[in-house]
């Protein structure tokens, strides 16, 4: 199964960190965002990587070459940061089978084999681990409603008044069916075409995509605090093993 990492992202938010490289390349616990992503990836299995790259592209590829591991590492670029849904069209002539997806923004430490293993048996056209937030939180993410089988009957992107408080993480698995509906999406309100949209799309033609609930933490590094809760709590992760 092929891997899409998004890693596109200039990170203004998280300046003074990214004054001189792209959000990706930020470390944390002594490696680069995207290096966490691609050692959870290898740990899936997953037998190529594609990156996403575009603001600093350069040294993201100096950095990692052609392989991670072994695994070999294919680049597409996305000119304009235009929203998720804009970045994953870019990878669309690499990807003819069911795929991983992670933003390279995203630390977990979670039940990622969970949403590969859910989406063979359902056969569904998506998978993604989901978490709940506080309320007041809700509206900075993609917001879910499930049905009682854990399928997603509904998403909406950072709503001015959210419904639930159930969001979308940074880890999904997709078939080939989430390139036409992310074609058909049209610019948010941001002006940005967001993979919420396609994915809502999908639901509204029928198609199965399941929900599965976080079993662990992730970290979403949008500002300088979050890359320093990210250390700590891999920090304490290390100390818990050494101590084992």
Same mark, same amino acid.
């Given at each position: 199964?092929?891997?899409?990492?998004?890693?596109?992202?200039?990170?203004?938010?998280?300046?003074?960190?990214?004054?001189?490289?792209?959000? /990706?390349?930020? +470390?944390? &616990?002594?490696?680069?965002?995207?290096?966490?992503?691609?050692?959870?990836?290898?740990?899936? /299995?997953?037998?190529?990587?594609?990156?996403?790259? /575009?603001?600093?592209?350069?040294?993201?590829?100096?950095?990692?070459?052609?392989?991670?591991? /072994?695994?070999?590492?294919?680049?597409?670029?996305?000119?304009?940061?235009?929203?998720?849904?804009?970045?994953?069209?870019?990878?669309? +002539?690499?990807?003819?089978?069911?795929?991983?997806?992670?933003?390279?923004?995203?630390?977990?430490?979670?039940?990622?084999? &969970?949403?590969?293993?859910?989406?063979?048996? &359902?056969?569904?056209?998506?998978?993604?681990?989901?978490?709940?937030?506080?309320? +007041?939180?809700?509206?900075?993410?993609?917001?879910?409603?499930?049905?009682?089988?854990? +399928?997603?009957? &509904?998403?909406?992107?950072?709503?001015?008044?959210?419904?639930?408080?159930?969001?979308?993480?940074?880890?999904?698995?997709?078939?080939?069916?989430?390139?036409?509906?992310?074609?058909?999406?049209?610019?948010?309100?941001?002006?940005?075409?967001?993979?919420?949209?396609?994915?809502?799309?999908?639901?509204?033609?029928?198609?199965?995509?399941?929900?599965?609930?976080?079993?662990?933490?992730?970290?979403?590094?949008?500002?300088?605090?979050?890359?320093?809760?990210?250390?700590?709590?891999?920090?304490?992760?290390?100390?818990?093993?050494?101590?084992?």
């Amino acid at each position: 199964m092929k891997s899409v990492i998004l890693a596109a992202g200039e990170g203004t938010r998280l300046r003074p960190l990214t004054e001189d490289k792209p959000k /990706g390349m930020v +470390e944390v &616990d002594g490696q680069p965002i995207i290096t966490h992503c691609l050692e959870q990836l290898a740990e899936l /299995g997953t037998d190529e990587f594609i990156l996403v790259v /575009g603001y600093m592209k350069e040294e993201i590829i100096e950095h990692y070459g052609d392989a991670f591991e /072994g695994i070999p590492i294919t680049y597409t670029h996305q000119r304009e940061q235009k929203g998720l849904a804009h970045a994953l069209l870019t990878v669309e +002539e690499y990807v003819d089978d069911d795929f991983m997806l992670m933003l390279g923004d995203n630390i977990f430490n979670a039940n990622l084999q &969970d949403v590969i293993r859910r989406q063979r048996e &359902d056969r569904a056209d998506a998978a993604f681990l989901v978490e709940e937030v506080p309320w +007041e939180n809700a509206d900075r993410y993609g917001v879910c409603e499930t049905n009682p089988y854990g +399928e997603i009957t &509904d998403v909406v992107e950072k709503p001015d008044d959210p419904n639930s408080n159930l969001v979308m993480t940074g880890f999904y698995t997709f078939s080939p069916a989430i390139f036409p509906a992310c074609r058909l999406v049209q610019p948010s309100n941001r002006g940005e075409y967001e993979i919420s949209e396609a994915i809502d799309l999908l639901i509204r033609s029928g198609r199965t995509i399941d929900a599965i609930p976080i079993d662990g933490w992730r970290i979403d590094i949008g500002y300088p605090e979050d890359r320093d809760e990210a250390e700590q709590r891999l920090e304490s992760q290390d100390t818990v093993v050494a101590d084992d």
